[in-house]
Structures are given as C-alpha cells and as structure tokens.
C-alpha cells in the first residue's frame, strides 16, 4: 500500500538567495515609500508639505486640500471624507505601514492596511480620465501589489524581525499579526 503522506510545505524563498534579499531591498523601499508622506504632513519636512503647513505644529489636515480637489465621478465621495478622522487614519495608516514593512514585522496586518490606502489613492486619482498616462495600472496598484507579495514572500523574514516577532510569541497562534 501506498502512502498519501504530504509533501512539506516550502516557502517561495530561502533567506539566502539572491530572490530573498531583493524582496528584503524591496520591501525597505516600500517602508519609505509609505512612511515618509506621513512624517512630511505631520512636521512638514519641507518637501509636499511646507513647515508652516505642518499638521502637528500648525493644525492643518494632511488630508482636506487633497480630499477636497479630487476631480471625477468619486469626487463628492472622497470630499466628504475630508475630516480629522481620516486625518488620523490616514497618517496612522501610512506610518504604520511604513514601519512595519521597515521593521520586518506585522507584514500581513501593513499588506491590508496599504493595499487598501493605495486602493483609494488610486481611486481618487480616477485614471480612467482621458489623458491619463495608463487607465488602469499606475504607481498605486503596484505598490498595493507589492506590499501583499511581500507579506506572502515573508520577506520580512530578510533583513527585518520578522523570524524574531514570529518567535516571540506575540503573533502567537494569530497567523494575521505574522
């Protein structure tokens, strides 16, 4: 008689090759991506936001003069949710996926919370306007695209925390905190 013993699981990548630690550079990429918006609206680096604009020092919402602009079918929705909630979302959102993907850690909770921040950035953008460089793939679908294959990947595992977060017995059995 046969036996029908499974097969181990394996991962897409072992942490010494050379697909491993490009998914490691990727994934720091992707943590800057996301978390310096939120430090450059929170104390106004300089850069998008000018310092006397700075949402922490000054007040002002990181998110009603984008909120309020967005041109298209979705623009009415996206203006109404110009408010100090989605302020606090927003940037919370942002900073947190940022530090996680840096850190290693968290990747699966960061793949949610950043695909769906870039989900509605692209949804607000509307490139399905005439004129737009490419209607359905721009920046945001990709970056969305690459914060779950990393959480997949557990490129996390690389470079970051992430076999040390899984270790420490806070994800625990709560395989979405891995």
Excluded: Q
């Excluded at 181990?8 to 994934?27: I, N």
Aim: hydrophobic fraction near 50%; aromatic fraction near 10%; proline fraction near 6%.
């Amino acid at each position: 008689m046969t036996s029908t013993k499974a097969a181990p699981a394996t991962t897409l990548t072992t942490s010494d090759s050379p697909a491993a630690r490009m998914l490691a550079v990727c994934r720091v990429l992707l943590g800057f991506v996301f978390l310096w918006p939120a430090l450059d609206k929170s104390f106004g680096l300089g850069y998008a936001t000018p310092a006397d604009a700075a949402w922490l020092t000054t007040g002002n919402s990181p998110t009603a003069g984008y909120l309020g602009h967005v041109e298209g079918p979705l623009g009415g929705f996206f203006a109404g949710l110009a408010s100090p909630v989605s302020d606090v979302l927003f940037v919370a959102g942002m900073a947190g996926t940022g530090i996680a993907l840096l850190l290693g850690i968290g990747l699966r909770v960061a793949a949610a919370s950043g695909a769906l921040i870039m989900t509605l950035l692209w949804l607000s953008a509307w490139t399905f306007a005439p004129g737009s460089t490419n209607p359905i793939v721009d920046t945001h679908v990709i970056y969305a695209a690459l914060v779950v294959t990393l959480a997949v990947a557990r490129a996390g595992d690389v470079w970051g925390l992430g076999r040390a977060w899984a270790a420490s017995g806070i994800p625990g059995s709560r395989t979405w905190l891995r």
